[in-house]
Each structure stands twice: as structure tokens, then as C-alpha cells.
């Protein structure tokens, strides 16, 4: 794994370097993300402490076909990753939302990548707010609040070595 102490976005960077095609996955974590793009594209800040980690998975890795439901394998991978590296068990809101006690502690933005119209892979952004959170409510057909896993001790946690773990 890759890391920055800070960038705009993980997953912009991770596009910019595939974007003639790669073999091999890529993952790529930053300390601080300044503009980090969400759901529909939308931009949020994010504060050293979190995890700002994006995965560039080659096509030879992944079919395009199986592209509509890489969000929620990879909400499912990050669920057991929680589960097993932190002791947390949380829940998946579909499709790539993840929550504990009905606040959003983290979330995953895959987006395909392409040559023209060859498709190259898939980018993976995933965002886990381990020690902050952004001070907003997420409208989600309901509206949620955003919460963090600082209430249970794991701000603790060194957000590069857990990004790291998470990336394998």
C-alpha cells in the first residue's frame, strides 16, 4: 500500500495513474483527504485519523459484468474486516453504506474505469471514519446522522497500519 499524509482524493490519484490500464491491484492511502468525492459526486473533507484508502483492481481481476454489485461486496469485505481487525459488528445499508447504531461510520464509492470504451478496472474509495465525523446530516432516502467508532475506543487505532490491513 501506498500512502500520502495528505491529497485531494485517493481514488482521483488512483484514476489518473490506470487510466491506460494496469495488471496489477493498487491501493493507495492518504492521512488527510481534501476533496474526496462521494455519492453522486458530491465533495467532503476528511480529517487526519480516518481512513482515506482507494483499491485500483484490474481488469483482469474483475469482470464487468459483476460491476453493479462490487458495492456491496466490497461494503461485505469491509464489514468482516471490522468485524475481525477491530471487533465491531455493523451493518450494510444498500448499497455501500456502512452504519453502527443507525449512524453512518464509513462508505465505499466503486467506479469503473475505462480507455475510451475499454473497460480497464474498477476503482474502489473507501472511507471509514474511525475518529471524527462530518458535521452534517445524510440524506438518504431518510435522514441519517454521521457517526464514528471514536465512542469505542479505536481512535486509538494508527489509521495508516489499519489501512494497511484493510488494503490487504
Not at 88 to 94: E, P, S
Not at 114 to 131: D, M, P, R, S
Not at 132 to 144: A, K, R
Amino acid at each position: 500500500m501506498h500512502w500520502l499524509d495528505s491529497c485531494d482524493s485517493t481514488s482521483r490519484i488512483l484514476k489518473e495513474q490506470t487510466k491506460n490500464g494496469f495488471d496489477t491491484a493498487i491501493a493507495l492511502a492518504a492521512g488527510v483527504q481534501t476533496h474526496g468525492v462521494g455519492r453522486l459526486g458530491s465533495a467532503w473533507h476528511s480529517l487526519e485519523g480516518n481512513i482515506h484508502l482507494s483499491v485500483a483492481i484490474p481488469q483482469n481481476m474483475v469482470r464487468e459484468s459483476r460491476l453493479s454489485v462490487a458495492p456491496l461486496l466490497s461494503a461485505i469485505l469491509v464489514l468482516e474486516w471490522l468485524r475481525d481487525f477491530c471487533g465491531v459488528a455493523c451493518c450494510v445499508k444498500w448499497p455501500n453504506d456502512i452504519f453502527l447504531d443507525g449512524r453512518k461510520v464509513a462508505g465505499i464509492l466503486c467506479e469503473a474505469t475505462y480507455h475510451g470504451a475499454e473497460f480497464k478496472g474498477l476503482i474502489i474509495g473507501i472511507g471509514i471514519n474511525l475518529v471524527s465525523e462530518p458535521n452534517l446530516s445524510l440524506e438518504v432516502e431518510n435522514t441519517y446522522r454521521a457517526g464514528s467508532f471514536l465512542p469505542m475506543n479505536l481512535g486509538s487505532m494508527n489509521a495508516r497500519a489499519a489501512a494497511a490491513s484493510l488494503a490487504t
